[in-house]
C-alpha cells in the first residue's frame, strides 16, 4: 500500500518559507489559471488551494488544468489532508478552510452565490498558517478577495496581485489594490498570444510595401516639401526612385510622426527627419537635411557615436534617458533633454540605418530636479532641534541647495535684524570666498552689490538681469557661460513690513525665467521660510518642554516627600488604633473600626500615590525572585476579597491549579496586580460571581479575572489603562478612587515583559486578562525581594477594609435605646460613603430623628415618606449630586423652605460659591469638627422655628 502524501507540518512552521499557495479569481479565472500552472517549471514544496467562482453544474476545469500543469489538479474534500505539489480547487459554491493540521474543511455555502469564497479561503489561512500564507488574486469581478488579502497582510504574509490591464476584468485585482493589500503587482504571463488577447493589441498592421516619392514628401509637412526640392542624384542616396523599400516605407512613418524623429540611413549614416525634430535641432537645419550626422555634430563621435555603431554592429536598439542637448532658441542657448530609442532599420537582412525617435522630457526632468531640491530643504527641517541657530539653519540650507547647481548656479542668505536697520549674510553656495558678489553687511548708510534695500523697503521681488556688467568674472553654475540673471526675494513672515530674511537666487543661463521658474523660486523661499519659522518655533517648545519638565519633577517630587511623610502620622494612628481594637468596650468598638477602617484606607491612598511618582520618574524597578507556587500565593490573594464577595451576595470562585514550575516575578507588584483586579471586579458587580484563574501557557502564566457585573462599554475600553481615566456614569459601589489602579496595573506587568487585556460585554460583565513570562533573562536590576511581611498583609487589608466599606449597614451604629418622649426634629444625611453616613446618624440620633439615603434619588424617596426638617448632603453623589437634589428640593412646593447643609471635601471659593448660589443655607468643608456640625444643625433648625413662627402670624 502506498504511503500518504506528505503533509502540512504546523510544528515545525520553519520547514519552508510558505506552507501553502492560495489562489483566488473568478471571471476569466481558468485561463489566467492555464497559463499560471502551465508556466511553472518546478514542483512547489507547498499545496495550493484554488477558489474561483464556479457555476452550479459539474466543472471539467481539473481536466482542462491536469493537460498544462506539471502538479495533479483534483476538487478539494472535506477533511482531505493537502499534500505538497498538489493543486485543490474549491467546489462552487462552498466554504473551504485551510485548518492548521494541513486538512481542508468544505462546507455548502448558504445562498446561491459563490461571492465571498476567496475571503473566507483566505482568511481562514491567514489565522492557520499566519506569515506562511503566499496568496494571488487573479483576474475577476467584485471585490471578493479584498478582505481575505487584508488579512493575509496582517498576518504576514504575502500578496501577489495580477496586473489590472492584462485581467480580462478589473475588479477583483484593483479591489485589492485599491486596498493597499498587494506586497506586488505583476502582468499574469509573457505569451504572445495571451497578451494579444488581453491587451486587444492585434499583430501590427504592416506598411505598405510601395508608396510614391511625390505622396511620401507630401505627408511630410515643411520638412517634406523641402525634401521634394532637393536633389537626392546628387547624394549617395541616389534618386528616390531607386531607394530601397525599406527606406521608402521608414521614412513615410517618420515624416508622419508627430514624434520627432531621425532616420539615418547608408554608410556616411545621411540624416531624414521630421518637423518635430527640426524643432529641435533649430539652427542646424536645414543644413543637416541629407547630410551625415557626423558633419551634423562635430562631437557626435565621442558622445552618441559609440552607440550608432553598436547599433549597427549587433542590429539591436538602444535607449538613452533624459539625454542633455544644448540647442538655440530665440536666439538664446537652452539646456532641452530627451529620450532617445535608437533602433536598427533592416534591408536585405542587414542593418541599413538608424532610426532615432526622442521624445523630449525637458519639463520633467526640470520638475524632478527642482521637486528633489524642496524635499531635501524640506528634509532640513528635521534636523532642527533646541540647540539649532538661525545661523546653522542657513548653513543646512545653503547646502541642500548646492545639489541643483543647475537650477540655482548660486545662492545667499541674509538674515534681518533690528527691524529692518541691518541685514548679515549667514550663508552662501556656489560663489568662491573672494566673490565680489558676496556683500557680508547691509545697513542703511552702506550700499549694496544686491538690492537688498529696495527688497527690504517693499518686502517685494526684485530681479537682477545685468549680473554680467555688475560681476563681470563671475563664476557659478554647470555651463562654461555664467548666470546673468539673479533674484532678490524676502523671506516670511513679514512683520511690521519687514522680511525674517532676504534670499538672492541665480538664474540658470540656459534656461528661460518663466513662470515655472518663478514658481519654484516662491517654492524655495517658502520651504526657507518654514524651515527657519519651524526652528525657532522648536527653540521655544524646547524651551517650554523643559520648563513643564522642571514643574513635572518638582510635583513628582512633592509627591513622593508627602507620601513618605504621611506613613509616619499614619504609623501612629493605625498602631494605637490596632491595641484599643481588643481593648475598647462593645459599645465603644463600631467608631474605632471607622477610624482604622479608614486609616488603612488612606494608608493604601499613600501607597497609591508612591507608586504613582514612581510611574512618573520610571523608577519602579521589580525585585526578582524565583516564585515556587505562584498558584497558592494568587489564592491567598483572592481569599483576602471572599468576606466581602459572599457579603455582596456573589460567588467568588478560584481556579487556581498549581503550574508546575517556578514563575520569576515581584510578588508584591503581583499582590498589587491581582488586588486591583478583585477590587474592581467587586466594585462593578452586584450579581452573579467574580472568578480568578490561573494557568500556565507555552512560555507564560496567565491570570484571567472574569465578572458578571455591570460591564464596560467598546468606546471606553482603549481609555481604560489611562491614568486618572474614569467611565462617567457607570454603576458603581463607590465613586471614590484615585484613578490610576488600572494604570498602575498595566505597568507594573509591563514591567514583567507582560501584557493585560480586557473584554467586556455591557450589562453581562468583563474579563480582564494578564500575561506574564514564566523567565526572563537576568537584568542589573534584579535584586532580593524587598517586600516586608507586615506591609503586605497591611495592604491586603486595606483593600479588604475598603471593600467592606462599600458594603457597610446603615444600620450597624444605632443605638437600641427607645426614643426620647416629645417631638423630635427630623434629619435626612446623604452621602454615598457608609461609614460617613453612619457616623453622622451617630452624632445626631441622641437629638434627632435621622433618615440615611446614598443616592440622591434615594433621598428623593424618603423625602417623600418621611417628615424632614433639615437636609444634610453630600456635594459629590452617583448619578444625582448635591446640587441637583438642591433644585429638586426647591421645586416642591412642600419642601421648599427646608434647610440645606451642603458637606464636600472641595474647599475651594467656586465650589462654595456653587453650592450656595444652588439654594444652600450653610456650608462645611471636610474634615469639620463634630460640635461644629452639631451647633450648624441647631442654627438651622432655630432659624426654620423662627420662619415658621413668622409666616404662621396673623397679619395686623
Request: with cysteine.
Amino acid at each position: 500500500m502506498a504511503s500518504p502524501p506528505e503533509t502540512l507540518d504546523p510544528v515545525n512552521p520553519d520547514a519552508a518559507r510558505y506552507q501553502a499557495v492560495l489562489i483566488g479569481a473568478s471571471l476569466g479565472g481558468a485561463e489566467a489559471l492555464q497559463v499560471l500552472l502551465g508556466g511553472l517549471h518546478t514542483d512547489l514544496p507547498a499545496p495550493i488551494v484554488v477558489a474561483q467562482h464556479l457555476g452550479p453544474g459539474v466543472s471539467h476545469l481539473p481536466t482542462i488544468l491536469n493537460r498544462v500543469s506539471r502538479h495533479p489538479v483534483l476538487w478539494a474534500e472535506d477533511g482531505q489532508v493537502t499534500a505538497p505539489g498538489h493543486v485543490y480547487l474549491c467546489p462552487g459554491r462552498t466554504l473551504v478552510r485551510l485548518e492548521p493540521d494541513g486538512t481542508l474543511t468544505v462546507q455548502p455555502k448558504p445562498g446561491r452565490s459563490s461571492l465571498g469564497q476567496v475571503d473566507d479561503l483566505f482568511c481562514a489561512a491567514a489565522t492557520s498558517l499566519g506569515p506562511q500564507v503566499l496568496a494571488l488574486v487573479l483576474t475577476g469581478l467584485g471585490s471578493d478577495g479584498t478582505a481575505g488579502a487584508v488579512a493575509v497582510r496582517q498576518a504576514g504574509g504575502t500578496v501577489i496581485v495580477q496586473d489590472e490591464h492584462t485581467a480580462t476584468a478589473f475588479g477583483m485585482p484593483s479591489a485589492v489594490i485599491t486596498a493597499g493589500a498587494a506586497d506586488l503587482v505583476l502582468p499574469l504571463g509573457e505569451l504572445p498570444d495571451l497578451l494579444d488577447r488581453v491587451v486587444g493589441c492585434g499583430r501590427p498592421v504592416p506598411t505598405p510595401g510601395v508608396r510614391a516619392s511625390e505622396a511620401m514628401f507630401a505627408a511630410g509637412g515643411r520638412v517634406g516639401r523641402l525634401m521634394s526640392t532637393l536633389d537626392w542624384g546628387a547624394t549617395s542616396l541616389g534618386p528616390v526612385e531607386r531607394w530601397p523599400a525599406a527606406l521608402r516605407e521608414t521614412l513615410a512613418v517618420v515624416l508622419a510622426s508627430p514624434v520627432p524623429m531621425d532616420l539615418m540611413w547608408g554608410p556616411d549614416l545621411l540624416q531624414l527627419y521630421n518637423d518635430a525634430y527640426s524643432d529641435i535641432i533649430r539652427e542646424r537645419h536645414p543644413e543637416a537635411l541629407g547630410r551625415s550626422v557626423y558633419r551634423v555634430w562635430p562631437d557626435a563621435e565621442a558622445t552618441f557615436g559609440p552607440v550608432l555603431r553598436q547599433v549597427l554592429d549587433t542590429g539591436t536598439a538602444v535607449r538613452l534617458v533624459d539625454q542633455p542637448f544644448v540647442v538655440n532658441r530665440s536666439g538664446h542657448l537652452e539646456e532641452v533633454f530627451a529620450t532617445v530609442a535608437y533602433s536598427p532599420v533592416r534591408h536585405e537582412g542587414e542593418v541599413a540605418g538608424v532610426l532615432a525617435t526622442l521624445v523630449e522630457t525637458t519639463d520633467q526632468v526640470r520638475d524632478a530636479r527642482r521637486l528633489a531640491t524642496l524635499h531635501r530643504l524640506a528634509a532640513t527641517a528635521r534636523q532642527a532641534n533646541d540647540t539649532t541657530s538661525d545661523q546653522e539653519v542657513c548653513e543646512w540650507l545653503m547646502r541642500a541647495l548646492t545639489a541643483n547647481s543647475q537650477d540655482v548656479p548660486f545662492a545667499l542668505v541674509y538674515l534681518v535684524e533690528g527691524r529692518g536697520a541691518r541685514a548679515h549674510l549667514a550663508a552662501s553656495t556656489g560663489l568662491a570666498a573672494d566673490s565680489p558678489a558676496l556683500d557680508p553687511l547691509v545697513t542703511p548708510g552702506r550700499p549694496s552689490v544686491w538690492p537688498l534695500h529696495a527688497c527690504l523697503r517693499e518686502a517685494a521681488p526684485q530681479v537682477v538681469e545685468d549680473l554680467d556688467t555688475r560681476f563681470p568674472d563671475l563664476v557659478s553654475g554647470t555651463w562654461a557661460e555664467p548666470p546673468h540673471t539673479a533674484v532678490v526675494l524676502p523671506v516670511g513672515p513679514v512683520r511690521d513690513g519687514v522680511p525674517a530674511a532676504l534670499l538672492v537666487l541665480g538664474v540658470n543661463s540656459h534656461a528661460p525665467l518663466d513662470e515655472g521658474y518663478h514658481r519654484f523660486f516662491d517654492l524655495v523661499t517658502e520651504r526657507v521660510a518654514a524651515t527657519l519659522a519651524a526652528a525657532r518655533t522648536h527653540r521655544e517648545q524646547q524651551r517650554q518642554v523643559t520648563a513643564l519638565g522642571e514643574l513635572n519633577r518638582a510635583k513628582t517630587t512633592f509627591f513622593a516627600n508627602i507620601s513618605h511623610e504621611f506613613r509616619t502620622p499614619l504609623t501612629l494612628l493605625l498602631l494605637p488604633l490596632e491595641e484599643q481594637l481588643t481593648a475598647l468596650p462593645p459599645e465603644h468598638l463600631d467608631t474605632a473600626r471607622i477610624a482604622h477602617r479608614n486609616a488603612l484606607r488612606l494608608l493604601r491612598l499613600v501607597n497609591t500615590l508612591l507608586a504613582f511618582a514612581e510611574l512618573e520618574e520610571g523608577r519602579g524597578t521589580p525585585s526578582f525572585e524565583d516564585v515556587d507556587d505562584l498558584a497558592a500565593l494568587t489564592e491567598e490573594l483572592a481569599e483576602v476579597f471572599r468576606p466581602a464577595v459572599e457579603r455582596a451576595g456573589l460567588r467568588l470562585v478560584t481556579d487556581c491549579p498549581p503550574l508546575g514550575r517556578q514563575v520569576r516575578l515581584d510578588p508584591g507588584m503581583w499582590q498589587t496586580v491581582v488586588l486591583n483586579l478583585l477590587s474592581n471586579a467587586l466594585k462593578h458587580t452586584f450579581t452573579g460571581s467574580i472568578t480568578v484563574a490561573l494557568r500556565a501557557q507555552r512560555g507564560h502564566v496567565e491570570l484571567a479575572v472574569t465578572d458578571t457585573g455591570t460591564g464596560i462599554d467598546a468606546a471606553e475600553i482603549p481609555h481604560l489603562f489611562t491614568r486618572f481615566h474614569r467611565i462617567e456614569g457607570a454603576r458603581a459601589r463607590s465613586r471614590e478612587g484615585s484613578g490610576i489602579g488600572l494604570a498602575l496595573v498595566r505597568q507594573l506587568v509591563s514591567w514583567h515583559h507582560g501584557s493585560v487585556r480586557v473584554r467586556s460585554v455591557p450589562g453581562t460583565g468583563s474579563t480582564f486578562t494578564v500575561w506574564v513570562p514564566f523567565v526572563r533573562a537576568r537584568h542589573e536590576h534584579d535584586r532580593p525581594a524587598r517586600v516586608q511581611a507586615d506591609t503586605s498583609a497591611r495592604a491586603r487589608q486595606a483593600f479588604a477594609e475598603e471593600a467592606e466599606s462599600w458594603l457597610a449597614s446603615d444600620s450597624y451604629l444605632v443605638d437600641d435605646h427607645a426614643p426620647r418622649p416629645g417631638p423630635r426634629a427630623g434629619v435626612l444625611v446623604v452621602d454615598d460613603n457608609a461609614d460617613m453616613r453612619n457616623y453622622l446618624r451617630h452624632l445626631l440620633q441622641d437629638s434627632y430623628d435621622v433618615h440615611t439615603a446614598s443616592t440622591g434619588e434615594e433621598a428623593l424617596d424618603r423625602l417623600d415618606h418621611h417628615r424632614v426638617d433639615l437636609i444634610i448632603s453630600d456635594v459629590v453623589l452617583p448619578h444625582l449630586d448635591g446640587v441637583r437634589l438642591i433644585e429638586h428640593v426647591r421645586a416642591d412646593p412642600a419642601l421648599r423652605g427646608t434647610p440645606i447643609i451642603l458637606l464636600t471635601a472641595l474647599g475651594t471659593r467656586p465650589q462654595t460659591v456653587r453650592g450656595l448660589a444652588g439654594g444652600a443655607h450653610d456650608y462645611l468643608v471636610k474634615p469639620f469638627a463634630a460640635k461644629e456640625l452639631l451647633a450648624r444643625v441647631e442654627a438651622q433648625l432655630a432659624l426654620r422655628r423662627v420662619r415658621t413662627a413668622a409666616a404662621e402670624r396673623p397679619a395686623t
